[in-house]
């Protein structure tokens, strides 16, 4: 991690400055039942950090104190892992909340995971699920063999419960990764794609897909390093950025927590360890509030090209839709 820091500090890109926290988004942990090689936080069965129900209670806390802040977005590692996942997003719900969890589906075939299906759905929970692509062997590729069998097997158990349904509420949104150094395809396009193949192929129902450009930090990162394509990528994302996607990337009204409870201006400089721009070390939930940050500076880095680069790219999807 600290060689590709070292090649993303130096940087031309625009300054930035936070407008609000509308977003909270919590890293529950790095552990996770798969090992993707896109995989920018480097989780995987073998990790074993976990936010603890102390930290839960200071993610609530903070809540509490920012009326601005209307949505919890739980990522991970897989968040399902997470002892707190349920009680944080039963917590949640009753501050009335928008929910959002950020699934990987194999989960849902976990041991201990039989209801999270329902459980989901009974708490309105919004789902991002990551699917890099409606090909099986692309996605074994990706993401380890058998995962592309136990992912459609996980859309069809939600769309069994009234996710991705119409009039249901139940919001299915499904996620593209590219799988090599290169931007990802128009979203539209793809998005009739994967609507065409998922339905005749598997009678799978979604509501929207979301391309995410990948970041070469972490795992993703060193694979570039690697190949000698590190240098080779950052120069496409240098040439593909577009000025006017930076009013909207996502960290404008987001920040960003780690299973410790510090804070940071984007989940990718949560992965390379950047703090909150104007701060030397680390700050904690505990010590801020969301009234606090609006209108602070947000720390970039090179690799924010890639937030801005062709269509842009968020934990929404494309910004240029």
Known sequence: MHATLDLLVRTTFPPLTRRSVETLQVNLGYRCNQSCV?????????RSEEMSAEMVDAVLAFIDASPTTRVLDLTGGAPELNPQFRRLVIAGRARG????????????SEPGQDDLAEFLAENRVEIVASLPCYLAENVDRQRGPGTFDGSIRGLQRLNAVGYGQPDSGLLLNLVFNPQGPVLPPPQAVLAAAYRERLTNDYGIFFNELFTLTNLPIQRFGSLLISKGQFNEYLALLRAAHRPENVEQVMCRDLLSIDWQGYVYDCDFNQQLALPVAGSPVRRHISELSATTQNGQPIRVAEHCFGCTAGQGSSCGGALDR
């Open 97 to 108: 909340m928008r929910l959002i969890d950020r699934c990987n589906l194999t989960i849902l």
């Open 38 to 46: 896109h995989c920018h936080v480097n989780a995987g069965p073998h």
